[in-house]
């Protein structure tokens, strides 16, 4: 089963799709950590994406679309979480027409406070990639992963200015795939805030992937 998680930044894609991969033996695939990978390792995708990330704009939808597929090439018998694509029309066409099924489409929906102050409390770690909150998911000792003993650290665009231009990029450009989805009819929304906790999330996306809902 090959799922996409649409929402905006800060509603928790990451998370719950870290959970669910472990429950479910599947993989998840985040475009965005694909790209800080090759940023790192300074790869020519990873030079000409840089700039894009830092100030919060979306990368170029070829980029984007030859690094997801050449990880999907990769095969998983259980399927994957497609975690940040696709994020533009132009991308989910793509995906339409290569040969890689997607069953079901789970859309994150979160109030703009709420991905505010995810967004700008996040530590994640350099070493393995968990996500922590200043808040919400404190790791024991301050600043070092639980999981690895990895160094935490604020992202780029996880400041301010970036976090304000993501979240109009969202709304012009990627909740546009709530609505085409629904076309396709295999869109199910998830509410993550208000009375909702975490496990209570990772519970309805578990019942949607089992069709109980
Ligand atoms: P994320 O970790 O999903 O929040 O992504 C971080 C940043 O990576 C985004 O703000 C974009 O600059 C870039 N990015 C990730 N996924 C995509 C995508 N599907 N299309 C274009 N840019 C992306």
Same mark, same amino acid.
């Given at each position: 089963m090959n799922v996409i998680f649409l929402g905006p930044p800060g509603a928790g894609k990451g998370t719950i799709a870290k959970l669910i991969c472990d429950r479910m033996q599947m993989v998840q695939i985040s475009t965005g950590d694909l790209l800080r990978a090759a940023v790192q390792d300074r790869t020519p995708i990873g030079l000409k994406a840089k700039s894009y990330m830092e100030s919060g704009a979306l990368v170029p939808d070829k980029l984007v679309i030859d690094l997801l597929k050449e990880r999907m090439s990769? @095969?998983? @018998?259980h399927g994957y979480i497609l975690d940040g694509f696709p994020r533009t029309i132009a991308q989910a066409e793509a995906l339409e027409k290569s040969r890689i099924k997607i069953d079901k489409v789970i859309n994150f929906n979160a109030q703009r406070d709420t991905v505010i102050q995810r967004l700008s409390g996040r530590r994640t770690c350099k070493q393995c990639g968990a996500i922590y909150h200043l808040v919400n998911i404190p790791p024991q000792k301050e600043n070092v992963c639980d999981k690895c003993g990895g160094a935490l650290f604020q992202r780029d665009d996880d400041q301010p200015a970036a976090i304000e231009k993501r979240l109009v990029v969202y709304r012009q450009q990627t909740a546009l795939l709530i609505a085409y989805y629904q076309k396709l009819g295999i869109e199910s929304d998830v509410q993550v805030d208000g009375k909702y906790t975490l496990q209570d999330n990772v519970e309805h996306v578990n019942k949607i992937l089992m069709g109980r809902v």
């Open positions: 990769q @095969s998983n @018998s």
